[in-house]
């Protein structure tokens, strides 16, 4: 038979709102099963084929919207089809016969693998449909509709007149079989209240409602840019233990709603707004829920598409809990269902959310007296503007509800689908067990997962690691300046002399000395000749102003400060001693030896200035063991075996200098000294002189550099730090060099000694805004951490904390909150001392950390960190500023 003689003329009707969205989808992925919804009714006892096949025809004969096509074409992408309702039409439907296969159910399997995914014709039928049977008394009816001409609830009306029809088939009463009302009143009650004032209010409300739209969620990796329509269902194993709590939740006063079943969709959509809160960091939300849209005894009878989706929005606030959020989400329901006119939807509606809440109310019962088990089968496509769509459904009134995640396969790895039940089930978890609790306050991975890093503290100092290279390699040289040099043999010499003089002033352990000397070779003298008293040194940088100077010198309250007569003016009305590095040192001839102090892995090296969380300076106490990890671990990064020279050209005052003061002398390797100069930028010198292997400096410095021709260049490596590295800097400068350049995010606070993390940019794989900051160094550990200190999942958004051995001591005499930025080993579950960042980051699919920026107001001038409410006190102190608007 021709589709024509089967097909007697019917009428025309325009789409609905909702199957004119349906049917756009559906156009721009012609092919892809997007929209198939197929179930199967397993059903247990005898069932007769042929009187089932009559009893079908019958209900294709009394409902009109299984008669529906769209046998025209579109006149414009705007304008779709005409529904066609067909007076007549004799709908295809297989009765098959599977029992006498070996393995009956396994073929069932593979038969609705094969077609769940039918690209269903709308010109012809908008479904399939058969009877298959696997044993004498086991049968499936199998039943695949086009989301065009159905929802969950139509299922159940189907389901339900179907078995009442075989009912009156074996009685031989089928012709007594009474009509359904008809899906073309609905369309007709659709289109007739499109210009009403009602609809018009509703229209106005979405619009003002849609226009601040809520951003992109942004799952557990960058969201695709063109997600295709593969999705994959994964089940989030509740049970009937869970379900019950749920239930008995919904039922309490605060939850309790106008039905139970409002009340438990208010507590899904609580728990995946709470989910999308705390997975993606939006604040703003958005999640689309359908509306039934059947409010009429007549509708509620009616088989056919009536739910229309609509935004369901909340705003996550600062301390919110389980049950304040739920409340917003039962005002929000509210206020959606007053809104939730039929056609009031339409393509900014779609566009409004990327995640969806499919609470299904409707269920099944028996078929004609015999068990029957309710069998949703996922087609394995949907929507692509849908990343994440949140199924529960409790069809066979089981003990445990059904919940599903349709998970866009580009959104998510295979990995992380797994990952979204699991940290769905510990906030439902969470909720259940206390509803007042903060979002914020729960797991999403559990802190017992975490490990502490095993640090090895090295033995060595940097003078011990020194003094191995003035031992081995004597007559080296070890530092230049402007054609002077010193050999390691004459370095260590003078910086032995001038700490037996500062021994002789009561240097040692626990003391502090000042260094106030511009970049020249007597400044290396002295902190080398510093730290061999096993003293700190506190380096102040000779351009800045005097009050930023006198405020360091009153809180470091050194022995001394070791300065020259030209440095002198800038340490102001200091009242100390102030001493040449010659006044002070002794030679090897003259007086009594004092005690020779050495410095220990666990004494204090330097003393370096940085802004702490209350945005005034703060002296970070960096000890022995941290710094010699880091230059032993940088030595063996950036140089290998290999000696390696250093330019000296940035301020000793940042740690960032650390890097070029140790590495190179402890590598045999020289320092390159490069005194200031007014009016010149001095890493153009550096680069000029061409006398150097490898350069830390910020990417500021970098930016530098980017218009010269670098090709010849000495340079094999450049270490950035200090501040966020663009990817395209990083890129231009590699193409200067001719790509003969290797360059390293060096990420790291003073707090954790100069770099904690290292990334080798990658102009291949690198391909995001940023160079990542990459993982820890040697014996350090990074954690991103949720606000309770909790570890987060991958690609999920946090504080980045650091532990190992190169965390500072401390702070010098710190405020209260600058004190709490190091945790205490005793309060971190895992048991590690912990230093508190401040920097957002993130982990990504390789395994490194993306730098996200600060999560407080400080921001970095010049590589200085400061706090944006202190900013015009700050930029007072630097050099040259005399007046600061702000
Ligand atoms: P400081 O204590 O002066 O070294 O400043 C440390 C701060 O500088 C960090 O907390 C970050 O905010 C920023 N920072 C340091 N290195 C990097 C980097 N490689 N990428 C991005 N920010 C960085
Ligand atoms: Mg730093």
Same mark, same amino acid.
């Given at each position: 038979?021709?589709?024509?003689?089967?097909?007697?003329?019917?009428?025309?009707?325009?789409?609905?709102?909702?199957?004119?969205?349906?049917?756009?989808?559906?156009?721009?992925?012609?092919?892809?099963?997007?929209?198939?919804?197929?179930?199967?009714?397993?059903?247990?006892?005898?069932?007769?084929?042929?009187?089932?096949?009559?009893?079908?025809?019958?209900?294709?004969?009394?409902?009109?919207?299984?008669?529906?096509?769209?046998?025209?074409?579109?006149?414009?992408?705007?304008?779709?089809?005409?529904?066609?309702?067909?007076?007549?039409?004799?709908?295809?439907?297989?009765?098959?016969?599977?029992?006498?296969?070996?393995?009956?159910?396994?073929?069932?399997?593979?038969?609705?693998?094969?077609?769940?995914?039918?690209?269903?014709?709308?010109?012809?039928?908008?479904?399939?449909?058969? #009877?298959?049977?696997?044993?004498?008394?086991?049968?499936?009816?199998?039943?695949? @509709?086009?989301?065009?001409?159905?929802?969950?609830?139509?299922?159940?009306?189907?389901?339900?007149?179907?078995?009442?029809?075989?009912?009156?088939?074996?009685?031989?009463?089928?012709?007594?079989?009474?009509? #359904?009302?008809?899906?073309?009143?609905?369309?007709?009650?659709?289109?007739?209240? %499109?210009?009403?004032?009602?609809?018009?209010?509703?229209?106005?409300?979405?619009?003002?409602?849609?226009?601040?739209?809520?951003?992109?969620?942004?799952?557990?990796?960058?969201?695709?840019?063109?997600?295709?329509? %593969?999705?994959?269902?994964?089940?989030?194993?509740?049970?009937? @233990?869970?379900?019950?709590?749920?239930?008995?939740?919904?039922?309490?006063?605060?939850?309790?709603?106008?039905?139970?079943?409002?009340?438990?969709? @208010?507590?899904?959509?609580?728990? #995946?707004? !709470?989910?999308?809160?705390?997975?993606?960091?939006?604040?703003?939300?958005?999640?689309?829920?359908?509306?039934?849209?059947?409010?009429?005894?007549?509708?509620?009878?009616?088989?056919?598409?009536?739910?229309?989706?609509?935004?369901?929005?909340?705003?996550?606030?600062? &301390?919110?809990?389980?049950?304040?959020?739920?409340?917003?989400?039962? /005002?929000?329901?509210?206020?959606?269902?007053?809104?939730? @006119?039929? &056609?009031?939807?339409?393509?900014?509606?779609?566009?409004?959310?990327?995640?969806?809440?499919?609470?299904?109310?409707?269920?099944?019962?028996?078929?004609?007296?015999?068990?029957?088990?309710?069998?949703?089968?996922?087609?394995?496509?949907?929507?692509?503007?849908?990343?994440?769509?949140?199924?529960?459904?409790?069809?066979? /009134?089981?003990?445990?509800?059904?919940?599903?995640?349709?998970?866009?396969?580009?959104?998510?790895?295979?990995?992380?689908?797994?990952?979204?039940?699991?940290?769905?089930?510990?906030?439902?978890?969470?909720?259940?067990?206390?509803?007042?609790?903060?979002?914020?306050?729960?797991?999403? *991975?559990?802190?017992?997962?975490?490990?502490?890093?095993?640090?090895?503290?090295?033995?060595?100092?940097?003078?011990?690691?020194?003094?191995?290279?003035?031992?081995?390699?004597?007559?080296?040289?070890?530092?230049?300046?402007?054609?002077?040099?010193?050999?390691?043999?004459?370095?260590?010499?003078?910086?032995?002399?001038?700490?037996?003089?500062?021994?002789?002033?009561?240097?040692?352990?626990?003391?502090?000395?000042?260094?106030?000397?511009?970049?020249?070779?007597?400044?290396?003298?002295?902190?080398?000749?510093?730290?061999?008293?096993?003293?700190?040194?506190?380096?102040?940088?000779?351009?800045?102003?005097?009050?930023?100077?006198?405020?360091?010198?009153?809180?470091?309250?050194?022995?001394?400060?070791?300065?020259?007569?030209?440095?002198?003016?800038?340490?102001?009305?200091?009242?100390?001693?102030?001493?040449?590095?010659?006044?002070? !040192?002794?030679?090897?001839?003259?007086?009594?030896?004092?005690?020779?102090?050495?410095?220990?892995?666990?004494?204090?090296?330097?003393?370096?200035?940085?802004?702490?969380?209350?945005?005034?300076?703060?002296?970070?106490?960096?000890?022995?063991?941290?710094?010699?990890?880091?230059?032993?671990?940088?030595?063996?990064?950036?140089?290998?075996?290999?000696?390696?020279?250093?330019? *000296?050209?940035?301020?000793?005052?940042?740690?960032?200098?650390?890097?070029?003061?140790?590495?190179?002398?402890?590598?045999?390797?020289?320092?390159?000294?490069?005194?200031?100069?007014?009016?010149?930028?001095?890493?153009?010198?550096?680069?000029?002189?061409?006398?150097?292997?490898?350069?830390?400096?910020?990417?500021?410095?970098?930016?530098?550099?980017?218009?010269?021709?670098?090709?010849?260049?000495?340079?094999?490596?450049?270490?950035?730090?200090?501040?966020?590295?663009?990817?395209?800097?990083? %890129?231009?400068?590699?193409? /200067?060099?001719?790509?003969?350049?290797?360059?390293?995010?060096?990420?790291?606070?003073?707090?954790?000694?100069?770099?904690?993390?290292?990334?080798?940019?990658?102009?291949?794989?690198?391909?995001?805004?940023?160079?990542?900051?990459?993982?820890?160094?040697?014996?350090?550990?990074?954690?991103? *951490?949720?606000?309770?200190?909790?570890?987060?999942?991958?690609?999920?958004? &946090?504080?980045?904390?650091?532990?190992?051995?190169?965390?500072?001591?401390?702070?010098?005499?710190?405020?209260?909150?600058?004190?709490?930025?190091?945790?205490?080993?005793?309060?971190?579950?895992?048991?590690?001392?912990?230093?508190?960042?401040?920097?957002?980051?993130?982990?990504?699919?390789?395994?490194?950390?993306?730098?996200?920026?600060?999560?407080?107001?400080?921001?970095?001038?010049?590589?200085?960190?400061?706090?944006?409410?202190?900013?015009?006190?700050?930029?007072?102190?630097?050099?040259?500023? /005399?007046?600061?608007?702000?």
């Amino acid at each position: 038979m021709t589709p024509e003689s089967r097909t007697a003329p019917g009428e025309d009707r325009e789409l609905t709102a909702s199957q004119r969205l349906i049917w756009t989808g559906q156009r721009l992925q012609p092919g892809e099963p997007l929209y198939n919804m197929v179930l199967a009714f397993h059903i247990s006892g005898e069932l007769e084929s042929a009187t089932f096949a009559r009893a079908f025809q019958a209900l294709v004969d009394r409902c009109d919207v299984l008669r529906v096509a769209l046998p025209g074409d579109a006149a414009s992408p705007d304008t779709p089809p005409r529904q066609r309702f067909r007076e007549r039409f004799e709908a295809p439907f297989a009765q098959l016969d599977f029992s006498a296969d070996t393995d009956p159910r396994a073929r069932l399997a593979a038969w609705l693998d094969e077609h769940k995914v039918l690209d269903l014709d709308p010109r012809e039928c908008l479904f399939e449909s058969a #009877l298959i049977r696997l044993a004498p008394d086991a049968y499936v009816w199998y039943l695949n @509709q086009h989301h065009l001409i159905t929802d969950a609830w139509s299922c159940a009306v189907l389901f339900e007149r179907l078995q009442a029809f075989y009912a009156l088939a074996r009685a031989g009463r089928l012709d007594d079989a009474p009509g #359904l009302p008809l899906y073309r009143d609905y369309v007709e009650h659709e289109h007739a209240r %499109r210009d009403s004032p009602a609809q018009q209010k509703s229209r106005a409300y979405w619009e003002a409602r849609l226009r601040s739209p809520t951003p992109p969620s942004r799952f557990y990796r960058e969201p695709p840019t063109e997600a295709g329509g %593969r999705t994959e269902r994964v089940v989030c194993v509740l049970g009937a @233990q869970r379900s019950a709590a749920l239930r008995a939740l919904a039922a309490e006063p605060g939850f309790r709603a106008f039905t139970g079943e409002l009340a438990l969709f @208010q507590v899904f959509a609580t728990l #995946l707004l !709470a989910y999308l809160a705390r997975v993606t960091g939006n604040r703003t939300l958005a999640i689309g829920t359908p509306s039934h849209n059947r409010g009429s005894a007549q509708f509620k009878a009616t088989a056919g598409l009536f739910i229309e989706i609509f935004p369901l929005q909340a705003t996550i606030e600062e &301390g919110e809990t389980f049950a304040s959020l739920y409340a917003k989400v039962a /005002r929000a329901a509210q206020e959606l269902l007053m809104h939730a @006119q039929p &056609g009031a939807s339409g393509a900014a509606h779609n566009r409004a959310y990327d995640v969806l809440l499919n609470f299904i109310t409707a269920s099944f019962g028996d078929f004609d007296g015999r068990a029957t088990r309710t069998e949703w089968i996922h087609a394995g496509y949907g929507d692509r503007s849908h990343l994440l769509r949140l199924q529960v459904e409790d069809f066979d /009134r089981a003990d445990a509800l059904g919940v599903y995640f349709d998970l866009n396969v580009d959104a998510f790895s295979r990995e992380e689908r797994d990952w979204v039940p699991a940290h769905f089930l510990r906030l439902l978890d969470a909720f259940l067990d206390d509803p007042g609790q903060v979002l914020e306050g729960v797991a999403l *991975l559990d802190p017992a997962s975490v490990t502490a890093v095993a640090a090895a503290a090295p033995a060595e100092t940097v003078v011990d690691l020194f003094e191995q290279q003035a031992r081995s390699g004597p007559e080296r040289v070890a530092l230049a300046c402007d054609g002077v040099t010193l050999t390691y043999a004459e370095l260590d010499r003078r910086a032995d002399r001038l700490a037996r003089g500062l021994r002789e002033r009561g240097a040692g352990p626990g003391t502090r000395v000042a260094i106030a000397l511009p970049r020249s070779p007597e400044a290396l003298v002295a902190i080398l000749g510093v730290l061999k008293c096993a003293a700190a040194y506190v380096p102040l940088d000779t351009a800045y102003p005097p009050a930023r100077i006198a405020r360091i010198l009153d809180a470091a309250a050194p022995l001394l400060v070791l300065s020259d007569a030209a440095a002198r003016d800038c340490l102001g009305e200091f009242d100390g001693e102030v001493s040449d590095l010659d006044e002070v !040192a002794v030679s090897e001839a003259g007086g009594a030896a004092p005690p020779a102090s050495r410095p220990g892995p666990a004494d204090v090296a330097y003393v370096i200035y940085t802004s702490g969380s209350t945005g005034k300076p703060k002296g970070v106490l960096v000890g022995h063991a941290g710094l010699a990890n880091y230059v032993t671990w940088a030595r063996k990064q950036y140089l290998g075996e290999r000696p390696g020279d250093f330019p *000296l050209f940035s301020s000793l005052a940042f740690d960032l200098t650390v890097t070029s003061l140790f590495v190179p002398l402890i590598s045999g390797g020289r320092v390159v000294v490069y005194p200031e100069r007014a009016g010149e930028i001095a890493v153009h010198r550096v680069i000029e002189d061409n006398a150097v292997d490898v350069v830390k400096l910020t990417p500021v410095h970098l930016s530098l550099l980017q218009s010269l021709d670098l090709a010849g260049s000495r340079i094999h490596t450049l270490i950035l730090g200090g501040e966020d590295l663009k990817v395209d800097l990083a %890129r231009t400068v590699t193409r /200067r060099f001719g790509g003969e350049v290797a360059i390293y995010n060096e990420y790291g606070p003073t707090e954790a000694t100069v770099g904690c993390m290292v990334h080798r940019f990658d102009p291949a794989r690198d391909t995001a805004t940023s160079v990542p900051i990459g993982r820890a160094i040697d014996n350090l550990s990074v954690h991103v *951490l949720d606000a309770r200190r909790n570890p987060l999942p991958r690609g999920v958004a &946090g504080e980045l904390y650091i532990g190992g051995v190169g965390l500072a001591h401390g702070y010098l005499d710190p405020d209260p909150a600058s004190a709490a930025r190091f945790v205490p080993a005793e309060d971190v579950p895992w048991g590690e001392r912990l230093y508190r960042s401040g920097d957002l980051a993130r982990c990504n699919e390789d395994g490194v950390l993306e730098y996200l920026g600060r999560e407080d107001h400080q921001v970095k001038i010049r590589g200085v960190r400061i706090e944006l409410g202190e900013i015009e006190a700050a930029l007072l102190d630097f050099p040259g500023v /005399r007046e600061c608007v702000v």
